[in-house]
């Protein structure tokens, strides 16, 4: 597959703003339940591969985003053990919220609601293949 085409001008600024959006939601929702983080990291990953791939690099070298865009993109998907995590996160985030809480019915729903959407999306993310080999011999 050949890498896309890198935009210039007023459409690489257009790109890069979107994904800095993307990532600052990404990084919000690593640290809050009912957001998820991965479907906003892939869409940044994407918009900085048209842009800035560069930047798309460093991120990927990231500690904390990288080895999940690089399941993403070597291997098809996210890592069950990641998804898995993930879910127990919200869970545990969205039980404490909901019974230490605001005692208010229509906020309390609201939260269950948005945990559910984003459970959901975690749930529906493709798993991610086990490694293949690759041609030299070396494993993904």
Known sequence: ???PNVV???????LLAMAG???????????????PATPFLLLTSFLLLRSSPKLNARLRRSKMFGP???????????????????????AISVGLTVYFGPAINWLR????????IGVVVIWRLP???????LPDGDSV
Not at 127 to 133: I, T
């Open 8 to 14: 210039v001008g007023i459409k690489k600024v257009g």
């Open 68 to 90: 999940i865009l690089t399941d993403w993109e070597d291997l098809g998907g996210v890592r069950s053990n990641v998804k898995a995590k993930a879910i127990l996160v919200v």
């Open 109 to 116: 729903s609201l939260v269950v609601i948005l945990a559910t």
């Open 1 to 3: 597959m050949s890498p």
């Open 127 to 133: 798993v991610a293949r086990s490694p293949e080999k």
């Open 21 to 35: 959006i993307c990532f600052a939601l990404g990084c919000l929702g690593a640290l809050l339940p009912g957001l």
